[in-house]
Nanobody
Framework: QVHRVESGGGLVQAGGSLRLSCAAS????????MAWFCQAPGKEREFVAA????????YYADSVKGRFTISRDNAKNTVYLQMNNLKPADTAVYYC??????????????????WGQGTQVTVSS
């Protein structure tokens, strides 16, 4: 079973930055797609960013374009989310997700094969 472990969440003031990490543990397989989603209390899980592992191409939700950057380290089998200029509206639990395939449904939480346990990000005003 594949496990992903997120880290890097915390409390930060508006305008600040955080870097989330998602590392593989246990049995692993090649993930064609890695992504970050977030879920605020009372809301559905929302797409934040995705990366096509082999090409390194990246995709973002409109709300985070220009502020967040998704990247990966092949050697460490780790995906990152650099979050800059954070806003109170970014407050949520952030999850990394992986998928064996790549297609243009990367924004849908339903297509992912496995998920991390989540890390809390809280942005104060």
């Amino acid at each position: 079973q594949v496990h992903r472990v997120e880290s890097g969440g915390g409390l930060v003031q508006a305008g600040g930055s955080l870097r989330l990490s998602c590392a593989a543990s246990g049995r692993t397989f090649s993930s064609a797609t890695m992504a970050w989603f977030c879920q605020a209390p009372g809301k559905e899980r929302e797409f934040v960013a995705a990366i096509r592992w082999s090409f390194g191409s990246t995709y973002y939700a409109d709300s985070v374009k220009g502020r967040f950057t998704i990247s990966r380290d092949n050697a460490k089998n780790t995906v990152y989310l650099q979050m800059n200029n954070l806003k109170p509206a970014d407050t949520a639990v952030y999850y990394c997700a992986g998928r064996r395939l790549w297609d243009m449904r990367f924004f849908s939480a339903n297509v992912y094969d496995y998920w991390g346990q989540g890390t809390q990000v809280t942005v104060s005003s």
